[in-house]
């Protein structure tokens, strides 16, 4: 069992940045393939970015490619998304989510299916 608590969420102006961490519960996150997505409004949840559980292979969406970066820490728990030149289309709920669907080192899942667990997830908003 994994738990996820996310934090760093908040209101930016358009070309600011923000620094969301996702904490988690556990003795064995350093196993898990973690990803953030995010889900605006009346939208489904989308993907953003996942790290592999050895923190070397690294996937963006393409919205996210130059402007994100994330990253983990095994000995805090802790996976990192920092955002960059933050743009009003990035407005959304940021969730963090753990995945065991693979031991592959280089996995890096993008799909909501292969996640198993997740965090409540922090709200970013960014005016114009």
């Known amino acids: 069992q994994v738990q996820l608590v996310e934090s760093g969420g908040g209101l930016v102006q358009a070309g600011g940045s923000l620094r969301l961490s996702c904490a988690a519960s556990g003795r064995t996150f350093s196993s898990y393939a973690m990803g953030w997505f995010r889900q605006a409004p009346g939208k489904e949840r989308e993907f953003v970015s996942a790290?592999?559980?050895?923190?070397?292979?690294?996937n963006h969406a393409d919205s996210a490619k130059g402007r994100f970066t994330i990253s983990r820490d095994n000995a805090k728990n802790t996976v990192y998304l920092q955002m960059n030149s933050l743009k009003p289309e990035d407005t959304a709920v940021y969730y963090c989510a753990a995945s065991r669907y693979s031991d592959s080192s280089y996995y890096t899942p993008t799909t909501i299916k292969e996640y198993d667990y997740w965090g409540q997830g922090t709200q970013v908003t960014v005016s114009s």
């Open positions: 790290i592999s559980w050895s923190g070397g292979n690294i």
